[in-house]
């Protein structure tokens, strides 16, 4: 079974720009959550979405915003971009759609964004 | 505000010892528990989950939840330099998210 694919592995943008990216969940997955990872603040969840609802939203800015497709596949985009979004964005998958709790989560290699 | 701690190290421990990683959290509801291992500049790998009071092994793994006292710790028996990683643990808790510790570095000295 194929693992969870993310594109673009590597970016890099300028301030004031905006990012699109994507992830491909493990097949028969239907939630896929988003996180951001730097140095200093570790995994920060971004969002999860089940069925093309977002089902849970962290403490992130309006700039971040994400969506699922009918297929499960999902994007994230960030908007207006600022020197302290460069990070590692995680995407990660998970089989069991409601039931967060007992979720095994695997995690797709990351989009590493770098702001100029 | 819901935590989970865990000691960022970094914690040494000569090849072929026992490593002993642990992870405090403060939700009394939570009911399912995580170990996952990052390789720098890689993602997390899923180590295992526990779920019910006690002991799960898996290979040189061990996974020893008690909940009364909310803490679940990872025991890795004849360590090797290629365990050498970051060990994060995460809770699933009370409303259904995942919450994160900010990670354990592991170092295994030959």
């Known amino acids: 079974k194929a693992g969870v694919t993310q594109t673009p592995r590597y970016l890099i943008k300028t301030r004031g720009q905006q990012v699109t990216l994507s992830c491909s969940p493990i097949?028969?997955?239907?939630?896929v959550s988003w996180y951001q990872q730097t140095p200093g603040q570790g995994l920060q969840f971004l969002f999860e979405y089940f069925s093309e609802t977002q089902r849970n939203k962290g403490n992130f800015p309006g700039r971040f915003s994400g969506r699922q497709f009918s297929n499960s596949r999902s994007e994230m985009n960030v908007s207006t971009l600022e020197l302290g979004d460069s990070a590692l964005y995680l995407c990660a998958s998970s089989p069991r759609p409601w039931l967060a709790a007992y979720n095994e989560q695997f995690f797709g290699p990351g989009t590493r964004l770098t702001v100029l | 505000q819901k935590e989970v701690e865990q000691n960022s190290g970094p914690l040494s421990v000569p090849e072929g010892a026992i490593a002993s990683l642990n992870c405090t959290y403060s939700?009394?509801?939570?009911?399912?528990f995580f170990w996952y291992r990052q390789y720098s500049g890689k993602s997390p790998e899923l180590i295992m989950s526990?779920?019910s009071n006690g002991d799960k092994e898996d290979g040189r793994f061990t996974a020893q939840l008690n909940k009364a006292s909310q803490y679940v710790s990872l025991l890795i028996r004849d360590s090797q330099p290629s365990d050498s990683a970051t060990y994060l643990c995460?809770?699933?808790?009370?409303?259904?998210?995942?919450?994160w510790g900010a990670g354990t570095k592991l170092i295994i000295k030959p």
């Open positions: 995460a809770e699933g808790d009370s409303n259904y998210q995942l919450i």
């Open positions: 526990i779920y």
């Open positions: 939700d009394r509801g939570s009911q399912s």
């Open positions: 097949s028969g997955h239907r939630s």
